[in-house]
């Protein structure tokens, strides 16, 4: 039978005022919930979720088959607990979070997903995403219409298509089992650490770790680094071949302090492992996670505006060709006429030659021209200066080539 090992962290970020993450880690059962809905509800909804899904860290199954549909169960119930608390605190109306976590029975886990906040299996050295996004740039990344780079920076990025949350009555779940093994890590994050640490970082983090809460604190200082200017939240579990002592469970985030139905005054800091180090570039705002229930409406809306948006940035990037082509035929151009104020006298190899412009060539352009024959054989001159004048002699004019030419005709 195979056993597990884990560590959870929550971090606020460089911009929030406070956290509506919410983590757990526990024997069993392992998630993430990110919450939206502003200083008004987040919290309380990620926090409502995870407190009411850790509660299944204590729940035997029989198979994975009974725990995927008992945790799709719970979930809908942690749902309604999310919309009850809206009928009793109205200021909270439009709170949701997202969910993913999973139960682990023997060697498989039972996962729960929907949102946007992440599970990765790193295995051998290689990370890969198991959940798929619920969100409508997703949806435009599966359609083809932009590409996994250019969503992630796309401008609605963050409008979530399926979240828990008195904005949704019967939300769609994903559920699926997956097979575990002895050396995976699993990964658990919030889109505070997916959406600004890059997947190759985050690969590089997991294979230079030492030990899981080494790992979970460079994962977080890497988002810390790129100015953090969401929450946080990071859970890593390691499978191992043989059972593993218990844990004490532990919640992180919003769920690890009193739920509270009103505005959070201080910023919440959990973790689990050591200090912070200092971050090395200030965050900025990050557009509020918000879902969108007008599901056909508004992705007819998104492909209009990404259509216009592409079309834009390619009058762009045609501007700034069309200004660089300018900038370096200007460039040229000036160059060129540079060259044409130098002289040297030379030969073709019969006579001497005063040449305009340097001894250079550019493809098939030459960057110079004969300006006067002088009529003297080459064979006239003495054998030393022979050689200077088939080496070239520099001018920085038409007068100061003429005279190197008439000390020539001298010294005959």
């Not at 088959?65 to 945790?71: D, T």
């Not at 209009?304 to 501007?319: A, D, G, I």
Request: charged letters at 25%.
């Amino acid at each position: 039978m195979a056993g597990f090992q884990s560590i959870a962290a929550s971090h606020v970020g460089m911009v929030r005022s406070n956290n509506q993450d919410s983590g757990f880690a526990g024997n069993q059962m392992y998630l993430v919930a990110d919450g939206m809905g502003g200083h008004a509800g987040g919290d309380v909804a990620s926090a409502l979720v995870a407190t009411s899904m850790a509660e299944l860290d204590t729940t035997s199954f029989s198979s994975a088959p009974e725990a995927l549909e008992i945790l799709r169960t719970s979930l809908l119930n942690a749902n309604r607990a999310v919309t009850d608390s809206v009928l009793e605190h109205p200021q909270l109306a439009g709170l949701g979070t997202t969910f993913t976590g999973f139960v682990t029975i023997e060697d498989k886990l039972a996962l729960a997903h929907i949102g946007d906040s992440r599970l990765y299996l790193f295995r051998a050295g290689r990370l890969s995403q198991i959940t798929k996004d619920h969100t409508f740039v997703q949806r435009l990344v599966d359609s083809g219409r932009i590409t996994e780079e250019e969503a992630k920076t796309h401008p609605r990025r963050s409008v979530l298509m399926r979240v828990l949350g008195d904005v949704e009555t019967s939300p769609e779940i994903d559920t699926q089992v997956i097979d575990t093994k002895p050396g995976d890590i699993w990964l658990l994050c919030s889109d505070g650490l997916c959406g600004y640490v890059d997947d190759r970082d985050i690969e590089l983090t997991l294979r230079k770790r030492q030990s899981l809460e080494g790992a979970v604190d460079s994962l977080i200082d890497r988002s810390l680094m790129n100015g953090a200017p969401d929450n946080v939240t990071v859970v890593l579990v390691e499978t191992f071949a043989d059972t593993q002592p218990p844990r004490q469970p532990e919640l992180v985030g919003s769920a690890a302090n009193p739920i509270t139905y009103g505005l959070a005054e201080e910023p919440v800091h959990t973790r689990s492992i050591s200090t912070w180090r200092k971050p090395g570039r200030k965050g900025t705002p990050v557009e509020e996670s918000h879902f969108e229930p007008r599901i056909d409406e508004y992705l007819d809306e998104l492909i209009s505006e990404t259509k216009r948006r592409n079309v834009r940035r390619r009058l762009l990037w045609l501007l700034m060709s069309l200004l660089i082509v300018g900038v370096i035929a200007v460039g040229a151009l000036i160059a060129y006429q540079w060259t044409q104020t130098r002289y040297y006298v030379g030969t073709d190899g019969q006579t001497v030659i005063i040449y305009q412009g340097i001894q250079q060539e550019i493809g098939p352009i030459s960057l110079d021209s004969v300006a006067e024959d002088t009529r003297i054989p080459l064979a006239d001159l003495t054998q030393w200066q022979q050689e200077r004048v088939r080496n070239t002699l520099s001018a920085d004019s038409l007068e100061q080539a003429r005279d190197i030419v008439l000390r020539l005709g001298e010294a005959q």
